[in-house]
């Protein structure tokens, strides 16, 4: 079955610290692979996406993801934190059928906290 | 561009009520997908809709009900309310036709709350 795993619940680092969030995906063919960002009472915001190609990927507000096949993971990473990166990370896989129904399946998700 | 929009912000209905949702797609969409983000989960895929026909269904009950316009436009129906639809809702579009998977946008989500 199809699902993705985000093994840490919290996680608190402080501010200027590296920040590596880790994602385990489950999925029979090649995986498109997205993190997202929820601030509280927000929607989602797309920070990067894994389709095909290079499999280090840059994003937005200084994210990067390395897509691992070997490992099935798709970690978050980002080499210096800022307050305003406090909130909840999603990690998704894309399901479906080209050109027709798709969704995404997302991880339970991780709650970043940022000290100052 | 406009994005994904819905309404309301924020919703309360008792047990047993209907409820409904409602969603604009982002200019240039055709697809409208929509998710049930229960308090410290992972958003769930509940159904998508194209060209006005359910187009694929994840594990929610038939009280869960939509529509799609002929603009892109959507609704999502919830029939005798429990405890449990306490949540967020979430509405993505994506434009179906392209390779690969449809990217899909999300709008920022209509709390419901059920008491």
Known sequence: ?116 | ETGVTQSPTHLIKTRGQQVTLRCSSQSGHNTVSWYQQALGQGPQFIFQYYREEENGRGNFPPRFSGLQFPNYSSELNVNALELDDSALYLCASSLVGGIGFNEQFFGPGTRLTVL
Do not use: M
């Open chain 1, 1 to 116: 079955a199809q699902s993705v795993t985000q093994p840490d619940i919290h996680i608190t680092v402080s501010e200027g610290a590296s920040l590596e969030l880790r994602c385990n995906y489950s999925y029979g063919a090649t995986p498109y692979l997205f993190w997202y960002v929820q601030s509280p009472g927000q929607g989602l915001q797309l920070l990067l996406k894994y389709f095909s190609g290079d499999t280090l990927v840059q994003g937005i507000k200084g994210f990067e993801a390395e897509f691992k096949r070997s490992q099935s993971s798709f970690n978050l990473r980002k080499p210096s934190v800022h307050w305003s990166d406090a909130a909840e990370y999603f990690c998704a896989v894309g399901a479906g059928v080209s050109g027709g129904y798709n969704k995404l399946i997302f991880g339970a998700g991780t709650r970043l906290a940022v000290h100052p």
